[in-house]
């Protein structure tokens, strides 16, 4: 079972701001696509269309604290756990370093919470679901 998963990104410029310094919503892009990469990882989508629904998994609730800054062309590691498993719903936890002169330097950290829903295709509104077996049977939170 996975509890973990380590993704790499490097610093594009279209992610920095004026200063050249990572933009804020950047980083909350690199977790999601962390999350992404942990589930391809499993043989499995985040993300589904068939031919009577979608099924998601957005994210209902986001933090990050800015530590230290990343700049154009450096390369983050996001490090990213399951915390907790519900029956809807994933919490996981991110740390955000980068390779540095004194080692390893914490850049930011930060949580999201997921849900899993799906949408008839005509209709507008999203639906809670049960997190699928297939993804709850390969996860196991770390405590």
Not at 109 to 132: K, L, N, Y
Request: proline share 3%; aromatic share 12%; charged share 30%.
């Amino acid at each position: 079972m996975a509890s973990d998963f380590t993704y790499f990104r490097r610093v594009e410029f279209s992610d920095t701001d004026t200063a050249g310094l990572i933009h804020f919503s950047s980083m909350l892009r690199y977790m999601e696509e962390a999350e992404h990469a942990f589930y391809r990882s499993l043989g499995l989508p985040g993300y589904e269309w068939t031919e009577d629904q979608v099924f998601g998994i957005p994210r209902v609730l986001v933090t990050c604290e800015f530590l230290a800054p990343l700049r154009y062309g450096e390369e983050v590691e996001v490090y990213l756990v399951v915390r907790e498993v519900r029956t809807k719903a994933i919490r996981y936890e991110a740390r955000f370093t980068r390779e540095d002169e004194s080692g390893r330097t914490l850049v930011a950290q930060g949580s999201m919470t997921v849900v899993c829903a799906t949408r008839r295709h005509g209709e507008r509104d999203w639906v809670g679901t049960e997190i699928p077996k297939d993804l709850r049977n390969q996860i196991d939170p770390v405590s």
